[in-house]
């Protein structure tokens, strides 16, 4: 029996916090917490997934509190104690950003700005404003990123990460809740595709879905199972699981989030 693989983006997270001028305790620290929308989509998230999980799950968390309290109702709803594995954690975005900003200080200042007008009562469109330039800000320095070493360090952490779940999911289903970060360079490496399209296009409490398929798949030399690209994925202890001794994935779904209409309150969001 193989299982099915649920890729689990947090909910939506305190751009504004992380956003007020507050750089030199870091980004991290202040983005690493849910709003109440993100709460929210947690829930919401969770009542779909019970809907689809039968038989029971796996429940599996990166290390940080937006991640394991995105997981958090789910793991009520199940009574289940969710496995937390490191490898699942975001990049860190001071480490990502900061440079960047140190580099460009009228950025900083005006980003800074922006979220203490913001926080201040000012005009709503003042927090638009601010998520917009914090998105520039990111796409800027990812793009200075990904051309480091430090970037294929994080890719090997993420790929590790997820063979062991592969390894989880030989005979259930299960549920990881991570971030942007490593399911972008999962569903990338499934298509060899570019990490950097991915990053920015993937919503809070958004689902991957994954399927283990068996060892024996009939895969064609271009990686195509029956319509969909699989990712060879190499187990950790080193075992066999097809006759290469690698087992094949299918991406059955990317960013699914029909689950986050809920009647007059819209709840996609990007960040």
């Known amino acids: 029996m193989t299982g099915t693989i649920y890729l689990l983006r947090h909910g939506q ?4 916090a992380a956003g007020r001028g507050q750089w030199q305790r870091g980004m991290e620290e202040q983005y690493d917490r849910l709003t109440r929308v993100g709460h929210r989509q947690a829930r919401l998230v969770a009542a779909e997934l019970q809907r689809r999980l039968k038989g029971g799950a796996a429940l599996v ?22 496995a937390v594995m490191e490898g699942w954690c975001e990049f860190n975005s001071d480490s990502v950003v900061m440079p960047y900003l140190d580099e460009h200080p009228e950025e900083r200042d005006r980003l800074a700005e922006v979220y203490r007008q913001a926080a201040d009562g000012g005009d709503g469109e003042l927090l638009v404003e601010g998520h917009r330039l914090l998105g520039t800000v990111l796409d800027r320095a990812l793009d200075r990123w990904v051309e480091a070493p430090e ?9 590790g990460a997820f063979a062991a779940v592969v390894d989880l999911a030989q005979g259930r289903d299960v549920v990881v809740a991570t971030s942007g970060g490593p399911i972008s360079v999962i569903v990338s490496s499934l298509f060899g595709s570019n990490f950097r399209h991915l990053i920015g296009r993937t919503y809070t409490a958004s689902l991957t879905v994954l399927r283990v398929l068996p060892g024996k798949s009939g895969a064609n030399a271009d990686g195509w199972v029956g319509g969909a690209r699989q990712l060879e994925v ?13 087992t094949p994935v299918r991406l059955v779904s990317y960013n699914e989030h029909s689950h986050l209409f809920d009647g007059a309150e819209r709840l996609l969001h990007l960040r």
């Open 13 to 16: 997270a305190d751009s504004a």
């Open 61 to 82: 968390s990166g290390p940080l509190r937006r991640q394991r309290d995105t997981l958090a109702p789910l793991a009520e709803s199940l009574d289940i104690d969710p």
């Open 151 to 159: 970037f294929q360090d994080f890719r090997r952490e993420v790929l």
């Open 234 to 246: 190499a187990p950790l202890d080193g075992g066999g699981r097809g006759a290469d001794g690698l």
